[in-house]
């Protein structure tokens, strides 16, 4: 059994996103503008197995990071982890989220739309790196409500 609990700590969280192959060095700081966290630990080992962070950035509503830990995937953690980000994006307001994503085709079963660059909100480092669409291909994605 897991459950998952609103966090503060973004230490543990950083190093199961890097574990799990997201842009994150554990040894930086929290990223600007990020408002809510949570984290899904087994009730037994309490070991933590998933993690989900949300972000608002100059008025951009942002899935910032989700992850689930490898040998715990495809057991509905991170749909549900979505719900609940997606669920505090729209009672903080929003009427589209967005997110720059390594796995566009998870998102499009949730809703989720592909967007140009070039149409998207400066929100994503990912934007102005010089590896974006060269060695790394991140998709940029929204929702709307
Ligand atoms: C992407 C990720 C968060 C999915 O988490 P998960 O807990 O395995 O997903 P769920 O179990 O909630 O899957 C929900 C549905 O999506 C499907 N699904 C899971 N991963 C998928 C993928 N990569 N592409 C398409 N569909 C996927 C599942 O089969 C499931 O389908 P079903 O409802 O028909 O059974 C997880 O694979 C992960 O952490 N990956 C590494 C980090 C990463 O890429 N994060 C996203 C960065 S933007």
């Known amino acids: 059994m897991h459950s998952i609990k609103i966090t503060e700590d973004y230490y543990p969280l950083a190093v199961l996103f890097q574990r799990c192959g997201l842009e994150v060095n554990p040894n930086d700081n929290k990223p600007e503008g990020i408002v809510k966290m949570w984290k899904c630990e087994d009730e037994e080992t309490g070991e933590l197995i998933g993690a989900a962070t949300v972000q608002l950035l100059n008025g951009v509503y942002v899935v910032k990071h989700l992850a689930i830990d490898e040998e715990h995937r495809k057991t509905g953690i991170g749909k549900i982890l979505l719900q609940l980000a997606e669920e505090e994006l729209k009672n903080l307001g929003a009427s589209e989220i967005w997110l720059s994503g390594k796995v566009p085709d998870y998102y499009l079963r949730f809703g989720w739309e592909k967007v140009q660059p070039e149409d998207a909100p400066s929100f ?7 590896q974006f669409n060269q060695v790394c291909f991140p998709s940029i994605m929204k929702k709307l409500f």
């Open 124 to 130: 994503s480092k990912c934007l102005k790196c010089s």
